[in-house]
Structure formats: C-alpha cells, structure tokens
C-alpha cells in the first residue's frame, strides 16, 4: 500500500462495507461485535480481540482488507474475515488452548486460525487460500514445504472432527 490512508468515501458507502462485513462474519459463525474502520491497518486488513466472553468479541474491518478483495491476485474479504473467526474459534475452544500452550511446536494460533478459517468458508478458493497460508506460516516457522503440507491436512482433517 502506497498511500499513508484511504481514498475518501462516502457515508453510505461506509455503511455498505459495514454491512458486508457484518454478514460475511455471521455467515461464518462469528459471535461478537463487528465494525468498519476506514483506515489502513498493520494487520492485514482485520483483526480479532477477545472480549470478556464471546458476545463480547471485537471484530475489526479495515479499508486494506476491501482493498485487498478488490485483488483478485490477494485474499478476499471472505477469506480475512473467515481467519479472524478462526483466532476466535482457537481463542475460545479448550482443546485447541491446550494443543497451543502444550510442548512446544510448530502449530501456532496463526496457522490454526488459517485451517479453522478454512472450514468456515464457502468458497474453494478462499478455502484453497487460508490453506495456502497455513503452509506457507509453518515453512516460516522452519518446516518443509512436503511437511508444512502433511501437518495443515492432518490439522484439517483433525478439526473436521473436532469442531
């Protein structure tokens, strides 16, 4: 992003974004409080915050993550909201707090969110994306490309039970 903040919009527009996100975030199951931010974050364009209990949770949606689903080469909005409710579902489940604060590992809360994000889209592409970046984290975390590969479906394939 080459600009310090967003272009101007109006306020019905503003509104739309809101709603857009709102549904988008219900459809993938998120509990909690929803809002639009039109500014540019250092997020990735939304970010969770974990409230006293889950009606209490924050979901925010800032201008890059519409500007980012405007990309057809990026993540859509879909797919950065359905990772963001993934934080939530990690944050939120005991089993999964417990496989985070256990030994350590490779498994961070990014890469779970990423999966998790996965099962709560509808779409392929989105799906085939937060998978994608789950990989693509655990290489970061020092993992071959063939093992990044195994563990993302072998914690897929353990959360479709799971959850």
């Known amino acids: 992003m080459s600009q310090h903040q967003p272009e101007p919009i109006s306020a019905a527009e503003n509104r739309a974004r809101l709603r857009r996100a709102r549904a988008i975030a219900r459809r993938t199951g998120f509990n909690g409080r929803v809002e639009y931010r039109h500014v540019f974050s250092t997020s990735g364009g ?7 209990g889950p009606i209490a949770d924050l979901l925010i949606v800032y201008a890059d993550a519409f500007q980012r689903d405007a990309d057809p080469d990026d993540f859509s909005l879909e797919a950065i909201i359905a990772h963001e409710r993934g934080h939530q579902v990690v944050c939120r489940h005991p089993r999964l707090q417990a ?22 889209t509808d779409s392929a592409d989105d799906r085939e994306s937060l998978l994608l970046k789950a990989m693509a984290d655990a290489v970061q975390c020092g993992m071959k490309l063939e ?17």
Do not use: D, T
């Open 147 to 163: 093992e990044a590969a195994r563990l993302v479906w072998q914690i897929r394939n353990h959360l479709e039970i799971l959850l």
């Open 99 to 120: 496989v985070l604060s256990g030994s350590p590992s490779v498994v961070s809360e990014e890469i779970l969110a990423s999966v998790v994000g996965s099962l709560v």
């Open 46 to 52: 939304a970010q969770y915050g974990l409230g006293l």
